[in-house]
């Protein structure tokens, strides 16, 4: 009960959110009429996707392309991930290192990815490689500073312990600093979710061709408005879900192994 209750609490502002997020859209819509066959209430996208003669195909036809997607977006998260441990662990280890390395890093993700695309496609194809690259991205940059600010906030008096009894830097690193920076750790995997999605679609879209990213922008010119929002709609659902999901296990893990550390 005492792990079910802060879950609860994460999901239910959650869940709210998504409610909000519904009748904003069907509120935008009726405010604004003018926008015509162009938009799309939740009603109608739930008759394309559910109830419609041609649902069925429908289904097929995006949640195939919403499998290229997530699959982009999940090897994508992974090696951004992993990416940013590694470095903020590096960088941490060896202030030499980040001081030469961090200005590089901050310049490079203040240029647009969508700017970088064109060489990101020429080095890595316009394949899953070059995708997952873009997606990892997306996420490595924010998670790099997000971990490398919990890694810095271990308690300096349990560091200096570990150098007392003879502990390494990286065995004091290990021990203490990265428990400590655990919700950290899942603040950024919670922000980069999303970020993992949008890096994957825009690969599709400027790069590989396929999945989601390729299909909304297939849908545009040729006045599939139900199919753009029922695309869109499917990814916002799906986006929030993956958010929960990492929500749900920041909280399982905080209260195994860092229970001072876990949410109120």
Do not use: C, H
Not at 62 to 86: K, P, V, Y
Not at 99 to 126: D, E, K, Y
């Amino acid at each position: 009960m005492n792990v079910l209750r802060p879950i609860g609490r994460f999901l239910l502002p959650l869940l709210v959110s998504l409610i909000l997020l519904v009748a904003l859209w069907w509120g935008f819509l009726q405010l604004y009429p003018q926008v015509g066959l162009v938009g799309k209430t939740p009603g109608d996208v739930w008759a394309y996707l559910m109830t419609g003669p041609t649902s069925d195909t429908v289904r097929q036809s995006i949640f195939g392309e919403l499998r290229i997607t997530l699959r982009d977006a999940a090897i994508g998260f992974g090696l951004g991930m992993g990416g940013a441990l590694l470095v903020a662990a590096l960088f941490v280890g060896v202030p030499a290192v980040s001081q030469a390395f961090m200005p590089v890093a901050m310049l490079l993700r203040s240029v647009p990815l969508v700017a970088l695309t064109p060489i990101i496609v020429l080095i890595f194809g316009r394949g899953l490689l070059g995708v997952t690259v873009m997606a990892a991205i997306v996420v490595f940059f924010p998670a790099l500073v997000m971990i490398m600010t919990g890694l810095r906030s271990a308690p300096r008096q349990a560091m200096e312990l570990v150098a007392a009894y003879g502990g390494s830097q990286w065995t004091a690193l290990r021990m203490v600093a990265v428990p400590a920076a655990l919700p950290s750790v899942f603040a950024a995997a919670r922000v980069s979710v999303p970020g993992a999605l949008i890096g994957a679609l825009l690969g599709e879209w400027l790069g590989s061709g396929t999945g989601l990213g390729a299909g909304l922008i297939r849908a545009i010119p040729t006045f599939q408005y139900n199919r753009l929002w029922a695309s869109i709609a499917v990814v916002t659902v799906v986006s929030v879900f993956a958010y929960a999901v990492v929500g749900v296990l920041e909280n399982l893990v905080l209260a195994r192994f860092a229970p001072q550390q876990g949410r109120d």
